[in-house]
């Protein structure tokens, strides 16, 4: 196995964010690299030779090259198995990758509509079409996590321990209270609220956040 530190890309507040609350989690040994998106440091060669799809996060585990933030997530907490942000339980395991895979192919490509409109159509007129119904469908993508998170009734959104989920539930959340939605996330989603701030409240979620310069829930 690779001893040297894992090299992690990053964009603040973005969908990274998890992996990178994740790693700070397993307390392994890590280099961030932060990519300037706004600045289109993302397109640069020597990114695209890393992740072609020229995306966040992205991380390289001695010659290993990882992309796309469920596989991240999920090769972090088997690398780190002592960190247990995997569930052991069939059930809990399974819940878990079906939020990852919920977070990764709806939540986040419906708020990708209205972050990044112009991946969607061409012209001016279209595009704020895309942005109206983007932020239709967000509205209802937010209800149906906090119905979710409401009807199940335990602690973490997997179960009753911590997982990579929550980290990754965190990420839309803090979204939600982004300029773009601008969403009050704790009157109209307090029960989401209510685990963002149990997020919000373990050390390496503080220490992340300080780093990227994210406010605390």
Known sequence: ?????????????????????????????????????????????????????????????GDFVLTESPAILYYLAQRFPAAGLWP??????????????????????????????????????????????ARSASREAWEMVEAKLAAAKSTWVAGEHYSVADAYAFVFWNWGRS???????????PVWTEHARRVGERPAVRRTLEQEGIALP
């Open 1 to 61: 196995m690779n001893t040297r530190p894992i090299k992690f890309f990053y964009s603040p507040g973005a969908c990274s964010l998890a992996s990178h609350i994740v790693l700070e989690e397993t307390g392994a040994a890590y280099e961030a690299v932060r990519i300037a998106l706004a600045e289109g440091a993302q397109r640069q060669p020597d990114y695209l030779a890393l992740n072609p799809k020229g995306r966040v996060p992205v991380i390289v585990d």
């Open 88 to 133: 052991g339980d069939p059930q809990a395991a399974a819940r878990c990758a079906e939020w990852l895979a919920w977070g990764s192919s709806g939540i986040h490509v419906t708020y990708a509509h209205l972050s990044r409109p112009e991946r969607y159509t061409n012209t001016e007129a279209a595009i704020e079409d895309v942005k109206a119904k």
């Open 179 to 189: 300029t773009r939605l601008g969403y009050d996330m704790a009157r109209d989603f």
